[in-house]
């Protein structure tokens, strides 16, 4: 998933009820714009049968191990 | 016995009192004075409650001169990150938004160190909603480090570290995110525990980010944080999220030798762009540990880049989330920086957040065969001693984030995959400025961390170091 833009961020803040205006959504796309590049390795490259949860089976798993 | 009360440790000072060496209300006289002292310079308490604070000393003194004790605490003066939750007092949570309220129960980290006998000497500082690693607080003013004024405590227990420093209480609560034990720990020169993500009970405990939050102590010695870990760890029926993994005899893990066990440094992430002071200290550490036993081996971990930018993601959604009813009602009561970041998250798709969340049990898969031959590894907290509060005082502008990234980038990773990691006092720099390290672990295994700690702290004598106030 590549950086949005600041028009993409400024879509999704008006969708979610927190409007915010171009030169917030330019700063915000600055400020985390290379947390969405520095993921992209990963995203979109997860196998289906993954969950959130199945972090606390390898937790747990090792810590009793 | 020190003629300074409080400048023993933790457990010295409740050993000394359960004695009745000393009585809980010297101890307390003596807290309070040094707080009179450096409170003015430092920042370090959000309230200080000093009449109450002898009131329920004098009590502890009287039940133990009837043969009561109520634990292994009794009467020993305590402040804590104004977080915290404490029926019936004001928990700020270092905010303007919060600046009145007043919880009507009590966390339950808090209430098992009440139960253990502590009592309270006040509120200490921290940064805005603990959404920041240097220590600046818009509404409440920063924090000073104590080994030096005008130099950043970090954060977000800001408070904590500069207040246990500076030998004003024997320990503090702190939380820890992405890093905000560990960075207060290293800035300040004192010991800082983030512990295994669930080891703690967060109920009562102001919210960050639900996946990442951590609760833990910061004080002098491995010792003094075993303590209060012993006393704070377990399952909690206000805490689905708290394991009921057993908690380990985390004071005796201290008395152990360190021979044999492997500690693991990075060959890389960990040991790049190192100011060149804090390189030295990590080579100095290496030797120490290899001079008391541990074998050094080198370990090559998976990308840790990676496990930051998910980290950040994970935080600034769940941080927005949290936070989404006053950005709309109340954004004009955040400070500049912590408005930005809160923002941040807006930004966040649902399925991107989701992938965060989702990669998290491979990430850690990864790690533990990346570290399956070694029982800790050994890096540091951050790549430099601390900056000065005006040089780092970035505010919402254009490099706030890329600032605030790159105090974190050692941190970070570790909340991600939920591993506990324990933060050492290991040397200054020429220019006085204290530095640690970070022990990270196995999760649930923050004995070995305490025992190689504490190994570390027989051989040197940084944690005694007292910043002196000029």
Request: overall charge neutral.
């Amino acid at each position: 998933m590549t950086r949005p833009s600041p028009r993409d961020i400024k879509a999704i803040a008006d969708a979610g009820g927190v409007p915010v205006d171009a030169e917030v959504a330019a700063r915000i796309g600055n400020s985390i714009g290379p947390a969405f590049e520095g993921f992209e390795p990963v995203s979109g490259t997860l196998p289906f049968d993954l969950e959130p949860a199945t972090f606390l089976l390898v937790q747990t798993a090792k810590a009793s191990s | 016995m020190s003629s300074e009360p409080a400048l023993m440790s933790l457990t010295a000072v409740a050993k000394a009192i359960a004695a009745k060496q000393v009585s809980s209300q010297e101890v307390t006289r003596s807290c309070l004075h040094r707080i009179a002292q450096w409170q003015p310079r430092l920042n370090a308490f959000m309230s200080v409650e000093a009449e109450a604070a002898l009131k329920a000393a004098g009590e502890a003194d009287a039940e133990l001169a009837k043969g009561k004790s109520r634990g292994p605490l009794h009467g020993v003066p305590l402040a804590h990150k104004d977080m915290y939750y404490e029926a019936g007092h004001v928990v700020t949570c270092g905010s303007k938004i919060r600046r009145d309220f007043v919880p009507a129960t009590t966390s339950t980290a808090l209430q098992r160190l009440k139960d253990a006998g502590s009592i309270r000497l006040g509120s200490l500082q921290m940064v805005e909603f603990a959404y920041g690693p240097t220590g600046h607080n818009f509404h409440h003013g920063a924090v000073h480090n104590p080994w030096k004024f005008g130099h950043i405590t970090g954060g977000s227990s800001s408070g904590s570290g500069s207040a246990v420093a500076a030998r004003l209480t024997f320990a503090a609560l702190g939380s820890d995110t992405g890093g905000s034990i560990r960075m207060p720990a290293h800035f300040c020169g004192v010991t800082g525990l983030k512990v295994t993500w669930g080891r703690i009970s967060r109920a009562g405990a102001m919210p960050l980010s639900q996946s990442l939050d951590t609760v833990g102590p910061l004080a002098r010695t491995a010792e003094d944080c075993a303590l209060l870990l012993g006393l704070m760890a377990g399952p909690d029926p206000e805490d689905p999220t708290a394991s009921d993994v057993p908690a380990g005899d985390y004071v005796a893990a201290t008395a152990a030798s360190i021979k044999g066990l492997r500690i693991g440094v990075p060959s890389s992430f960990y040991v790049d762009d190192l100011d060149a002071d804090v390189a030295k200290i990590l080579d100095n550490t290496v030797a120490v540990l290899k001079r008391e036993g541990a074998d050094i081996v080198k370990v090559d971990l998976p990308d840790q880049r990676q496990l930051s930018a998910a980290c950040q993601i994970v935080l600034a959604t769940e941080a927005a989330s949290f936070h989404k009813r006053w950005l709309i009602e109340r954004p004009q009561d955040y400070g500049p920086q912590v408005l930005m970041r809160l923002q941040n998250g807006l930004a966040i798709p649902g399925v991107l957040y989701l992938e965060t969340m989702r990669w998290r049990a491979q990430a850690l898969a990864a790690h533990i065969d990346a570290t399956g031959a070694v029982d800790a590894v050994l890096a540091p907290v951050a790549p430099v001693a601390a900056p000065t509060i005006a040089e780092s005082d970035v505010g919402n502008g254009p490099d706030a984030e890329a600032v605030i990234q790159r105090l974190t980038r050692f941190t970070r990773p570790i909340n991600y995959l939920g591993l506990p990691s324990l933060a050492v006092p290991a040397g200054f720099t020429p220019k006085g400025l204290p530095v640690g390290m970070q022990l990270i672990g196995r999760s649930f295994d923050e004995v070995t961390l305490l025992t190689i700690a504490a190994a570390f702290q027989r051989a040197t004598d940084f944690h005694d170091k007292v910043p002196q106030l000029s």
